[in-house]
């Protein structure tokens, strides 16, 4: 079979419980290959009947539901699967964003940990609640009315067939989510330690003077990085210059993180002092690990653009 027909296969299986794929997958392509024959024993071109096969078979997603016994009901059977689409490139795109964006900008403006955590958190959580609602509201208007959607489903929309470069959604969503992990651990260290003051006050583990200027600049190339994850998703695959870019990043969060670690800038001098001993070996361990994250990143992210090349 040729690519095209792989591809549509592959978009109808990916949402089917793997128990069935396997008899799924004879029958689809059974029932392709006989609507294509039909035609072309009546005259024809053989990649001509075979586009107009697929497109008479539909919506992969669609075509699964159908196979499964589960359709979509939320909005209605004629928009259900655009609506879903939408709905999960909005929430993965727009909401982590906007979120780092809002941390970013409470920082600058000199918020409390607290306070910047807390506002990143409620505009997340409102934004995400907003998204949701008026994304259904439009689709349950779309599907009551007259109204093309502008999201039909058509062969252009089938994804590439996975490759060892591919980037997944999945893979997306665990990028997107530990760089929002990370943005909200740097914001909430300014308020949490294990140590305190002989006056019971909390001494903070790190240096007060990072939030000067260092720890906005690690925050905001995080938060340019969770966009980087969303464009490398529309990609869909790894590429030379996506890999030279995911380099770049690297070095922008590596090189001076490391550098503030070998000058003793990160740490509090004064929780430092509060457990003597116990973090001489810290700095080392956690340039160790910068290093051999970053390192096998950037190889993974080249081997990959090499792989789907």
Same mark, same amino acid.
């Given at each position: ?5 792989e591809?549509?296969? &592959?978009?109808?299986?990916r949402?089917?419980p793997?128990k069935?794929?396997e ?7 059974a029932?392709i290959?006989d609507?294509?024959e ?5 005259g024809?071109d053989?990649a ?5 096969? *697929? ?5 992969p ?10 359709p979509g ?14 709905l999960?490139v909005l929430?993965?795109t ?5 979120m780092a964006v ?7 403006? &000199? ?7 807390a ?14 609602f008026w994304t259904?509201?439009?689709?349950y ?13 058509s ?8 490759t060892? &470069? ?5 893979d997306?969503?665990w990028?997107v989510v530990v760089?929002v992990?990370t943005i ?6 300014? /308020? ?5 003051d ?10 007060p003077?990072?939030? /000067?200027f260092?720890?906005?600049? *690690? ?42 670690l070998?000058?003793?800038q990160?740490?509090?001098p ?5 457990v ?5 070996p *810290?700095?080392?361990v956690?340039i ?22």
């Amino acid at each position: 079979m040729s690519e095209l027909t792989e591809r549509y296969v &592959g978009a109808t299986l990916r949402s089917i419980p793997i128990k069935q794929r396997e008899d799924i997958d004879a029958e689809l392509r059974a029932s392709i290959e006989d609507a294509v024959e039909a035609r072309l024993a009546n005259g024809g071109d053989a990649a001509e009947a075979e586009k107009e096969v *697929l497109s008479e078979l539909g919506d992969p997603d669609r075509l699964a539901s159908e196979y499964t016994g589960r359709p979509g009901y939320l909005i209605g059977p004629e928009h259900f699967f655009a609506y879903r689409r939408l709905l999960a490139v909005l929430l993965v795109t727009v909401v982590p964003v906007v979120m780092a964006v809002t941390a970013v900008g409470q920082i600058i403006a &000199g918020g409390q940990a607290g306070q910047v955590f807390a506002q990143m958190m409620g505009t997340g959580i409102t934004l995400f609640v907003h998204v949701v609602f008026w994304t259904t509201l439009v689709f349950y208007f779309i599907g009551r009315s007259d109204q093309e959607s502008g999201t039909e489903w058509s062969l252009s929309d089938l994804p590439s067939l996975p490759t060892k &470069g591919s980037i997944t959604l999945s893979d997306t969503i665990w990028g997107v989510v530990v760089l929002v992990i990370t943005i909200a651990m740097i914001i909430v260290s300014r /308020d949490i330690s294990p140590v305190t003051d002989v006056d019971g006050s909390m001494i903070p583990i790190f240096d007060p003077a990072m939030w /000067d200027f260092w720890f906005p600049y *690690l925050i905001a190339v995080l938060g340019v990085e969770i966009v980087f994850e969303v464009i490398k998703y529309r990609v869909g695959h790894w590429t030379w210059g996506m890999a030279s870019v995911n380099l770049a990043f690297n070095a922008l969060f590596a090189v001076p993180a490391v550098y503030l670690l070998a000058t003793d800038q990160v740490f509090n001098p004064d929780f430092i002092a509060a457990v003597p001993g116990q973090l001489v070996p *810290l700095n080392a361990v956690i340039i160790a690990a910068i290093v051999v994250v970053v390192v096998i990143d950037v190889v993974q992210a080249f081997r990959k653009a090499y792989l789907a090349r």
